[in-house]
């Protein structure tokens, strides 16, 4: 009922730029979308999954102290898709992001509050 479909990724130099799109669709998050707060994920091969951004259900944004400052997570409802512009992008930034949909709203940084994963968009980032 509920789907997310990253988008965005690439091979980018260090310092440079991308910006990754997430599409949610399904009846049960189209017709509550206003209540969800979304999320964005990464992990690198071989590492634990790294929260990275947040946006609650009343626009509140969240940041890890990693990428506060380069980073940042934005929404539009209207279009059920959140995006996160990513600046100034590091060689340790090299993973794969995933957005996350939470029915409580909240923002959290933790993973197990998110109940809908998108399948991750490769992020790679050469020096």
């Known amino acids: 009922q509920v789907q997310l479909v990253e988008s965005g990724g690439g091979l980018v130099q260090a310092g440079g730029s991308l910006r990754l799109s997430c599409a949610a669709s399904g009846r049960t998050f189209t017709t509550y979308a206003s209540v969800y707060a979304m999320g964005w994920f990464r992990q690198a091969a071989g590492k634990e999954r790294e929260f990275l951004a947040a946006?609650?259900?009343?626009?509140?944004?969240y940041y890890a102290d990693s990428v506060k400052g380069r980073f940042t997570i934005s929404r539009d409802t209207a279009k059920y898709t959140v995006y996160l512009q990513m600046n100034s992008l590091k060689p340790e930034d090299t993973a794969v992001y995933y957005c996350?949909?939470?029915?409580?709203?909240?923002?959290?940084?933790?993973?197990?509050?998110?109940?809908?994963w998108g399948q991750g968009t490769q992020v790679t980032v050469s020096s």
């Open positions: 996350a949909a939470d029915r409580g709203g909240s923002g959290s940084r933790l993973s197990s509050f998110y109940e809908n």
């Open positions: 946006i609650s259900r009343s626009g509140a944004t």
